[in-house]
């Protein structure tokens, strides 16, 4: 997905409720588990890092490192 599209489906996802608005409790970056990515919905390979994030009890996200970039300055732009 290009920047322009991965900006938008984030800044959709934000909008909808899907991705979290406010900043995560904990932010842990490692070696990818293979999970979906809650911002693009693709797998996160094992070739990338992954980005796991704790918003609260029982909600965890896991992006891309790109993805949390970008979902980081567009919640910032939009809070």
Known sequence: MDDPGLRRH??????AGR???KPPSKVWAGT???KTCAACDTVIEESDI????ETGPGE???LHR??????NEERARIA
């Open 10 to 15: 984030i800044r959709d996802k934000l909008a």
């Open 32 to 34: 990818a588990t293979r």
């Open 66 to 71: 790109r993805c949390h970039e970008v979902w």
């Open 19 to 21: 991705l979290p608005r």
């Open 50 to 53: 992954e980005v796991e994030l």
């Open 60 to 62: 965890t996200f896991y």
